[in-house]
């Protein structure tokens, strides 16, 4: 049994839970959605294949609880931007997003990626949509805010700049995994973000020039 083993030591269920879900985040990363295994998952979360169904009921429920930890992910990298107006929250949450590349590839990009790719051949394709429509829809909320606090342009269709800002984000999610990090350490994901939103701020949310941004 592997050191700090948590199969003999009580948890409450909604951590064991947690813990479970985690591990089918791990072996996601690892081995791909049709490799995200009954037994796999239990080697991960140190714990009895029949300590699984204490907690789900089917291997179906935890992939879809290991897809609803990575919108709570998405979820509060964009809540954690609360505050400044919308072009300065899309431009935090674009470099909370570069920094989540480097913190949290395993257990964020790689599983994601993984669900993405292996959704229609394991019956999950509306489930991995409804994930990436949820956090679209909050961006989206932050972008129609803008034009309405007038710092983002009316005259531009706030789902198309939704669009791009995603384009942007999924380069630095496909980029990281295939290690060409300079994609972002060089600047090059901040350029592309600073032309979108210099096109798409009015006077009174205008980003800084391209190559500003930090990222």
Do not use: C
């Amino acid at each position: 049994m592997a050191p700090g083993s948590t199969r003999n030591r009580r948890l409450p269920p909604e951590e064991r839970r947690a813990q479970i879900v985690q591990a089918v985040l791990e072996v996601v990363a690892r081995y791909g959605v049709p490799g995200a295994t009954i037994s796999r998952i239990a080697a991960a979360a140190d714990v009895s294949e029949g300590a699984l169904y204490v907690h789900f009921a089917n291997r179906d429920e935890m992939l879809m609880a290991a897809l609803e930890a990575i919108f709570t992910d998405m979820a509060e990298l964009i809540d954690s931007s609360a505050g400044g107006n919308a072009v300065e929250r899309l431009k935090l949450i674009a470099r909370n997003h570069s920094a989540l590349m480097k913190t949290k590839l395993a257990s964020f990009t790689s599983p994601w990626l993984e669900f993405i790719a292996a959704g229609p051949q394991v019956g999950l394709r509306d489930a991995v949509a409804r994930t990436q429509t949820r956090a679209f829809d909050k961006l989206l909320g932050i972008i129609e805010f803008g034009q309405t606090e007038g710092t983002i342009r009316k005259d531009l269709d706030a789902k198309r700049i939704t669009w791009q800002w995603y384009t942007i984000m999924w380069a630095e999610n496909v980029s990281s995994l295939m290690g060409l990090t300079e994609y972002i350490d060089d600047g090059h994901s901040g350029y592309s973000l600073d032309l979108l939103l210099r096109d798409a701020a009015t006077g009174a949310g205008a980003a800084p020039q391209p190559g500003a941004s930090g990222q």
